[in-house]
C-alpha cells in the first residue's frame, strides 16, 4: 500500500483538505497522512467548509513534520511554497509533488468574501486531489 505525506506551513487548512480528499478518492488504496512546518491547529472555517461537502475533518489533528521523523512515504505534497522550500529529508525513494495552494487563513474581507475564498480553495485542492489519485494509484 502507497504512503503519502501532505505537507503546508501550519497543518491547520490545505494539508489537512487534501489529506481528507486523497484519502477518500484513493478509496484503502493509500496511507495518507497530513503534517505542518509547524502546527496551528485545526482551523474551524476548514472543518466547515469541508462540512459543506460532506467530509468529515474535525477529528483530524494538527500535527508537526517532526512525528514522521525516519518514516518513509511514497509521496509527498507540499501544497504551499514555505512547505515545498522547508521539506525535511525523509528516507527512501519519495517521489515528490508540489502543487502552492492560496491560504484560504489568510482570507480577508465579511464572512461571505472568507467562506468563499474558504470554498474555492477547497474546491482546488479537490480537483488536484482527483487527479494525483488518478495519476498515481490507478494501478493499485
Do not use: W
Amino acid at each position: 500500500m502507497k504512503r503519502i505525506l501532505v505537507l503546508c506551513t501550519g497543518n491547520s487548512c490545505r494539508s489537512q483538505i487534501a489529506e481528507a480528499y486523497l484519502r477518500e478518492f484513493a478509496q484503502g488504496r493509500a496511507e495518507v497522512y497530513s503534517a505542518g512546518i509547524e502546527t496551528h491547529g485545526l482551523n474551524p472555517r476548514a472543518v466547515k467548509t469541508m462540512a459543506e461537502d460532506r467530509v468529515d475533518i474535525s477529528k483530524q489533528t494538527s500535527t508537526n513534520v517532526n512525528a514522521y521523523d525516519g518514516e518513509s512515504f511514497d509521496f509527498i505534497i507540499t501544497v504551499c511554497d514555505h512547505a515545498n522550500e522547508n521539506c525535511p529529508y525523509f528516507p527512501g525513494k519519495s517521489f515528490r509533488v508540489h502543487h502552492n495552494f492560496p491560504d484560504p487563513a489568510k482570507a480577508i474581507g465579511t464572512e461571505e468574501d472568507i467562506r468563499l475564498q474558504f470554498n474555492a480553495v477547497r474546491d482546488e485542492i479537490k480537483v488536484f486531489c482527483k487527479a494525483f489519485v488518478d495519476q498515481y494509484l490507478k494501478d493499485e
